[in-house]
């Protein structure tokens, strides 16, 4: 669905991520992992074209991504990305029926479709009974519930997550990746999903890549990148590699 | 489409229809007064032209104006996501008076020269506004507001300037003008403000769904497919239009585009579709009611309505700047 | 230059006493009118300074200015070492007669605002001078021409005049004006003589209502014509829009006999032939 070929990304004169390729497939998460300014979230901002790429190519369903408008990309890709606060009153309705702004008109108003779709959302995500909320009354953790249902209200085939776990209790934690998961593979969807819950992304990603100075260093699945020299490498910390017990996926544990 | 798309939008119906009556009432209440006492159904021919060439141009003016700055109000706190921005504070208006004042010192003849001058003046003290607030981590609340500070008194410093260059018959006039002052109306005045108030009102409305995300943030909005750019720019283009000509009409009318959208945001939640609109009748109505106070109470002289407006704006800034 | 001790007092339109010193050498004048009158008595030649609005007589205009009447400059007038400073309440008195009288330069305040109240200040302008002699002999000319001016206007008819200071936003002459004293020995009435303040700006309704006879325009360069307002007034349809300079109808001074013998004239022809 998405073929990121030998893409480079200068920020100023730095670059941030240097001739980096993957792809994404139907059905399939990836966990993006690396260190503090590795490039990830620089990484998944050019995904949909939030950040101009400045050597290489990005094609999504083998077109090239310059070549849609922003509604096109708005209708495939949807995004979830460290939040904004507003200092309006907008409810959490409004706020997740802004996530059909790609499939109205610009002019008119949503459809029934569209309420439905809203709603169906928000239920998914454990929010039914927080539609008439103001957003800048709700915590962080909820917040990003809202965020994560927006995201899914779109219907766009592809989600990108920057750290949609960041402020979530265990059991939404785990909600969340269900979600996304289920998004995967009932419905065709995939997702990247930047982390840095080592043991999670064990869990929920088809693949990880481990990204260090903005270049990937090690890609493929977990019990293949999840070794002692590449998270030393990353990390610079000793980790002690065992099997979780319950789904035989790699268990990471750190050294103190 | 089946539009029983959630209550607020009959709510929404109900409020718009009420506005538009209370507009209506206004206007209407505010022709029934004036310096000249005059009984509206028995009118001899001298009182027919103070009720037709004088009196009802100026409110429709005056509603008309505050329409404008309402508009302008409204569209640029969405999209600078901050409730304080307001052209007056901005900038935006003094940006405008200077291009008016230029107009006049060196085109007086031609009367249309002025809102041409406003509307360029006006865009530029935007556009430089913009700049400065503008940084890599995006835009905060005080650094617009202190940009807005910043270009308010440099154009007021050479506002002054051309001030003292001018004789004394002629800085009267424009002292008592940059307070904003809707004595100076005309019909076609306000036919030109009220073309300005109708293409402002399109362009707006057809932004004000990209507005809504624009409201959250800038990147969140790219993201969910608006095409950031072209909706600043109609923004920041409708909104010069809209205080260039209300200035050049009026000069600096104050803090109405910061009272009435915030109010009216408190009346219907902050959906731009709902808000665009009703701010323009709600401004209309609140800039009427002003200039009816600024009309009577001192008659037969007159108090400019930017006094006003200020008189009621200046402390409800504070009580925003407060709870912000 | 040694300060000359005061050995006199003058009491100023404030009430204050002024102390002055037997002869004066140096002045400086912060009002137009006040510097015709300091011609008019003959003592222009203790003038040291003046404003940039003060450009009569011709005379004055060779005086080196400080500033103008709102923003007089408090260093260049103590530069300029005068013995007293004339001024109107225009000024900022407060803080300004502080700062002079601490430099021992006496401050002598005017507030004419009628025919008297003129001939009162080149009184007291010929009495700081020593030119009382001069000053009688102005006042009593004055007198004279008005005396004329009210024995040929006194029969007539009074004619409804507005005084139109500036066109838009329309500014005109209140109840304080000396102007409705004026207008009234000149044999009419000011429309606008029981409107509060000096120089208010006017309702246009109102200024339509008052249907006046005649406009006289203070003569600038945005006030060269009557009011829309006005289009259908008895004035505009009897072309008696009569244009007076501005400087001589604004200063409360000797010239102001000039213009009431000009809107005597334009509003009695008829008594002047």
């Given at each position: 669905m998405l073929d990121v070929q030998n893409i480079s990304i200068n920020y100023g004169v730095c670059a941030v991520v240097q001739n980096t390729s993957f792809s994404l497939e139907a059905g399939k998460i990836i966990a993006l992992l690396g260190a503090n300014g590795a490039g990830k979230t620089t990484l998944l901002k050019s995904l949909n074209g939030s950040l101009p790429i400045a050597d290489g190519e990005i094609l999504l369903n083998n077109k090239v991504l310059k070549s849609f408008s922003r509604r096109e990309i708005a209708q495939k890709i949807a995004v979830i990305a460290q939040e904004n606060e507003t200092k309006f009153p907008v409810s959490v309705l409004e706020f997740v029926l802004s996530g059909r702004f790609a499939h109205g008109t610009a002019f008119g108003w949503e459809t029934e479709k569209d309420l439905q779709i809203a709603l169906d959302s928000l239920e998914k995500c454990d929010l039914q009974t927080y539609a008439n909320r103001t957003m800048n009354h709700l915590s962080g953790g909820e917040r990003q519930r809202v965020v994560l249902a927006r995201a899914l209200a779109t219907e766009a085939e592809i989600l990108l997550l920057d750290e949609p776990t960041a402020n979530l209790d265990l059991a939404h934690q785990a909600l969340m990746f269900r979600l996304i998961r289920e998004k995967c593979e009932t419905r065709n969807g995939a997702a990247i999903v930047i982390t840095h819950d080592l043991n999670l992304a064990a869990e929920f990603a088809d693949e990880i890549l481990l990204l260090k100075n903005g270049k990937i260093l090690a890609k493929g699945a977990s019990e293949k990148v999840f070794t002692e020299e590449n998270l030393h490498e990353i990390f610079g910390v000793k980790v002690l590699l065992d099997k979780n017990p319950a789904s035989a996926n790699v268990r990471v544990t750190t050294l103190y | 489409?089946?539009?029983?798309?959630?209550?607020?939008?009959?709510?929404?119906?109900?409020?718009?229809?009420?506005?538009?009556?209370?507009?209506?009432?206004?206007?209407?209440?505010?022709?029934?007064?004036?310096?000249?006492?005059?009984?509206?159904?028995?009118?001899?021919?001298?009182?027919?032209?103070?009720?037709?060439?004088?009196?009802?141009?100026?409110?429709?003016?005056?509603?008309?104006?505050?329409?404008?700055?309402?508009?302008?109000?409204?569209?640029?706190?969405?999209?600078?996501?901050?409730?304080?921005?307001?052209?007056?504070?901005?900038?935006?208006?003094?940006?405008?008076?200077?291009?008016?004042?230029?107009?006049?010192?060196?085109?007086?003849?031609?009367?249309?020269?002025?809102?041409?001058?406003?509307?360029?003046?006006?865009?530029?003290?935007?556009?430089?506004?913009?700049?400065?607030?503008?940084?890599?981590?995006?835009?905060?609340?005080?650094?617009?507001?202190?940009?807005?500070?910043?270009?308010?008194?440099?154009?007021?410093?050479?506002?002054?300037?051309?001030?003292?260059?001018?004789?004394?018959?002629?800085?009267?006039?424009?002292?008592?003008?940059?307070?904003?002052?809707?004595?100076?109306?005309?019909?076609?005045?306000?036919?030109?403000?009220?073309?300005?108030?109708?293409?402002?009102?399109?362009?707006?409305?057809?932004?004000?769904?990209?507005?809504?995300?624009?409201?959250?943030?800038?990147?969140?909005?790219?993201?969910?497919?608006?095409?950031?750019?072209?909706?600043?720019?109609?923004?920041?283009?409708?909104?010069?239009?809209?205080?260039?000509?209300?200035?050049?009409?009026?000069?600096?009318?104050?803090?109405?585009?910061?009272?009435?959208?915030?109010?009216?945001?408190?009346?219907?939640?902050?959906?731009?579709?709902?808000?665009?609109?009703?701010?323009?009748?709600?401004?209309?109505?609140?800039?009427?009611?002003?200039?009816?106070?600024?009309?009577?109470?001192?008659?037969?002289?007159?108090l400019p309505v930017g006094a006003i407006t200020a008189l009621i704006g200046a402390p409800m800034f504070i009580y925003l700047l407060r709870r912000n | 230059m040694q300060t000359v001790l005061p050995t006199r007092e003058i009491t100023d339109d404030l009430g204050h006493k002024v102390k002055l010193p037997d002869t004066i050498e140096r002045a400086v004048s912060l009002a137009p009118n006040l510097t015709e009158i300091i011609f008019a008595v003959e003592a222009g030649d203790k003038l040291v300074g003046r404003t940039s609005y003060d450009n009569f007589p011709l005379e004055a205009q060779k005086i080196p200015t400080v500033g103008d009447t709102l923003n007089p400059n408090i260093e260049n007038i103590i530069a300029l070492k005068p013995q007293v400073v004339l001024v109107s309440t225009a000024s900022q008195i407060e803080t300004f007669t502080k700062q002079l009288e601490s430099q021992n330069i006496a401050v002598f305040i005017t507030n004419p605002n009628s025919l008297v109240g003129i001939y009162k200040t080149i009184y007291q302008i010929g009495e700081i001078f020593n030119k009382t002699e001069k000053a009688r002999e102005v006042v009593d000319n004055l007198k004279q021409r008005v005396a004329d001016v009210e024995a040929r206007t006194d029969t007539a008819e009074d004619i409804k005049v507005f005084l139109q200071i500036s066109k838009e936003p329309l500014f005109t002459i209140g109840k304080e004006s000396f102007l409705n004293d004026l207008i009234y020995r000149a044999g009419g009435i000011s429309v606008t003589e029981n409107v509060a303040t000096a120089y208010p700006k006017l309702s246009k309704e109102t200024a339509l209502a008052l249907n006046p006879e005649a406009i006289i325009l203070s003569d600038s360069e945005d006030n060269k014509e009557p009011n829309e307002v006005f289009k259908n007034s008895p004035a505009v349809k009897n072309n008696k829009i009569f244009k007076i300079n501005a400087d001589i109808i604004s200063r409360p001074g000797p010239r102001i006999v000039d213009a009431l013998e000009q809107i005597a004239r334009d509003l009695h022809p008829e008594s002047f032939q």
């Amino acid at each position: 669905m998405l073929d990121v070929q030998n893409i480079s990304i200068n920020y100023g004169v730095c670059a941030v991520v240097q001739n980096t390729s993957f792809s994404l497939e139907a059905g399939k998460i990836i966990a993006l992992l690396g260190a503090n300014g590795a490039g990830k979230t620089t990484l998944l901002k050019s995904l949909n074209g939030s950040l101009p790429i400045a050597d290489g190519e990005i094609l999504l369903n083998n077109k090239v991504l310059k070549s849609f408008s922003r509604r096109e990309i708005a209708q495939k890709i949807a995004v979830i990305a460290q939040e904004n606060e507003t200092k309006f009153p907008v409810s959490v309705l409004e706020f997740v029926l802004s996530g059909r702004f790609a499939h109205g008109t610009a002019f008119g108003w949503e459809t029934e479709k569209d309420l439905q779709i809203a709603l169906d959302s928000l239920e998914k995500c454990d929010l039914q009974t927080y539609a008439n909320r103001t957003m800048n009354h709700l915590s962080g953790g909820e917040r990003q519930r809202v965020v994560l249902a927006r995201a899914l209200a779109t219907e766009a085939e592809i989600l990108l997550l920057d750290e949609p776990t960041a402020n979530l209790d265990l059991a939404h934690q785990a909600l969340m990746f269900r979600l996304i998961r289920e998004k995967c593979e009932t419905r065709n969807g995939a997702a990247i999903v930047i982390t840095h819950d080592l043991n999670l992304a064990a869990e929920f990603a088809d693949e990880i890549l481990l990204l260090k100075n903005g270049k990937i260093l090690a890609k493929g699945a977990s019990e293949k990148v999840f070794t002692e020299e590449n998270l030393h490498e990353i990390f610079g910390v000793k980790v002690l590699l065992d099997k979780n017990p319950a789904s035989a996926n790699v268990r990471v544990t750190t050294l103190y | 489409m089946n539009v029983q798309n959630s209550k607020f939008k009959v709510q929404g119906f109900r409020f718009g229809i009420a506005l538009i009556f209370v507009l209506g009432l206004t206007i209407f209440l505010a022709t029934l007064l004036g310096s000249e006492n005059l009984s509206i159904f028995d009118l001899n021919e001298q009182q027919k032209t103070i009720l037709f060439d004088i009196r009802l141009p100026r409110i429709l003016l005056g509603a008309s104006v505050g329409a404008s700055l309402a508009l302008a109000g409204a569209s640029l706190q969405s999209l600078l996501r901050n409730p304080l921005a307001e052209p007056y504070l901005l900038g935006v208006s003094n940006g405008a008076a200077l291009g008016t004042m230029l107009a006049f010192v060196f085109f007086a003849q031609f009367e249309l020269a002025r809102p041409v001058f406003a509307f360029a003046g006006a865009s530029l003290a935007t556009f430089v506004v913009y700049q400065m607030a503008k940084s890599r981590a995006g835009m905060n609340v005080e650094r617009l507001v202190l940009s807005g500070v910043i270009v308010t008194t440099f154009l007021s410093s050479i506002i002054v300037l051309l001030t003292s260059l001018l004789d004394a018959a002629k800085l009267r006039s424009f002292t008592f003008w940059l307070l904003g002052d809707l004595s100076q109306s005309t019909i076609n005045g306000f036919y030109l403000s009220f073309a300005a108030v109708i293409i402002g009102t399109i362009i707006l409305i057809k932004n004000a769904r990209a507005l809504n995300l624009m409201m959250i943030g800038e990147r969140d909005a790219f993201d969910f497919g608006v095409e950031v750019n072209k909706t600043r720019l109609a923004v920041f283009a409708s909104s010069s239009l809209l205080v260039g000509t209300a200035v050049a009409a009026s000069g600096s009318v104050g803090y109405v585009g910061l009272i009435v959208p915030h109010l009216v945001r408190l009346a219907i939640g902050s959906d731009n579709r709902l808000v665009i609109p009703f701010s323009a009748l709600a401004g209309a109505i609140f800039v009427v009611l002003a200039d009816t106070v600024a009309r009577v109470a001192i008659a037969p002289r007159e108090l400019p309505v930017g006094a006003i407006t200020a008189l009621i704006g200046a402390p409800m800034f504070i009580y925003l700047l407060r709870r912000n | 230059m040694q300060t000359v001790l005061p050995t006199r007092e003058i009491t100023d339109d404030l009430g204050h006493k002024v102390k002055l010193p037997d002869t004066i050498e140096r002045a400086v004048s912060l009002a137009p009118n006040l510097t015709e009158i300091i011609f008019a008595v003959e003592a222009g030649d203790k003038l040291v300074g003046r404003t940039s609005y003060d450009n009569f007589p011709l005379e004055a205009q060779k005086i080196p200015t400080v500033g103008d009447t709102l923003n007089p400059n408090i260093e260049n007038i103590i530069a300029l070492k005068p013995q007293v400073v004339l001024v109107s309440t225009a000024s900022q008195i407060e803080t300004f007669t502080k700062q002079l009288e601490s430099q021992n330069i006496a401050v002598f305040i005017t507030n004419p605002n009628s025919l008297v109240g003129i001939y009162k200040t080149i009184y007291q302008i010929g009495e700081i001078f020593n030119k009382t002699e001069k000053a009688r002999e102005v006042v009593d000319n004055l007198k004279q021409r008005v005396a004329d001016v009210e024995a040929r206007t006194d029969t007539a008819e009074d004619i409804k005049v507005f005084l139109q200071i500036s066109k838009e936003p329309l500014f005109t002459i209140g109840k304080e004006s000396f102007l409705n004293d004026l207008i009234y020995r000149a044999g009419g009435i000011s429309v606008t003589e029981n409107v509060a303040t000096a120089y208010p700006k006017l309702s246009k309704e109102t200024a339509l209502a008052l249907n006046p006879e005649a406009i006289i325009l203070s003569d600038s360069e945005d006030n060269k014509e009557p009011n829309e307002v006005f289009k259908n007034s008895p004035a505009v349809k009897n072309n008696k829009i009569f244009k007076i300079n501005a400087d001589i109808i604004s200063r409360p001074g000797p010239r102001i006999v000039d213009a009431l013998e000009q809107i005597a004239r334009d509003l009695h022809p008829e008594s002047f032939q």
